[in-house]
């Protein structure tokens, strides 16, 4: 894995280096927080869990614009996770940007912001399906500026939050319920944090690659 890694980075660095970005993790993976059973990489660059546990950084994270690519499995569930406090208890303690995949049948009754791009249980995205069918690669682009967060996806904007709104645990600006277990008001979490992705969450897989930052 470290060195199918080692030269994945490496080509990252020479085609961000003019951009600002760098790797977010380091060519050993010495960075990254993770069960090395669990994540690996593939020749062509490409990371993958084969069970449901994050991928985080060891370091954490402010005022920063983060890029990568992903793709779906079948009914994929997964998500970037910001400015996470307790790598343990992270649900209550961090922004989900959600990814999944808008075409599964069994997700047509899912809320609105459970939809793929949404800022999960807080902001849904301005619309659904703007992911690509499971098996394509997709591109998201996180901007994360204090209590500001937009998302970007596939070149769209589909979420623009001011976490100083989210003033309440149980219920959204829009009216809408915030889940049980995210009882924290996004207004009161903190906006430096670690960085995360999640694994193979029920049945289907995630894959990502090119995962970037520039700090703002």
């Not at 994945?8 to 059973?37: I, R």
């Amino acid at each position: 894995m470290k060195k199918n890694l080692f030269y994945f980075v490496c080509g990252l660095l020479l085609s961000s280096c003019n951009s600002g970005f760098k790797p977010l993790f380091h060519a050993d993976w010495s960075d990254a927080d993770c069960d090395p059973a669990v994540w690996t990489v593939d020749g062509e660059g490409v990371i993958s869990a084969s069970a449901d546990q994050a991928l985080w950084t060891k370091i954490e994270y402010e005022n920063f614009e983060l890029e990568l690519e992903f793709r779906n499995d079948n009914c994929t569930n997964s998500g970037v996770v910001i400015y996470a406090t307790d790598k343990q208890n992270w649900i209550p303690n961090a922004v989900e940007i959600q990814i999944a995949d808008d075409y599964c049948d069994k997700f047509n009754e899912w809320q609105p912001s459970w939809y793929c791009g949404a800022v999960f249980g807080h902001l849904p995205p301005v619309a659904t399906k703007i992911v690509k069918p499971a098996g394509e690669w997709n591109t998201m682009r996180v901007i994360a500026k204090g209590k500001s967060i937009k998302v970007f996806l596939n070149g769209k904007k589909v979420a623009d939050m001011d976490m100083s709104l989210w003033t309440s645990g149980k219920t959204n600006p829009d009216g809408s319920d915030i889940p049980s277990w995210m009882p924290r008001p996004f207004a009161e979490l903190a906006t430096k944090g670690y960085i995360g992705f999640q694994g193979k969450h029920g049945d289907a897989l995630i894959w990502f690659k090119n995962i970037k930052i520039k700090q703002l």
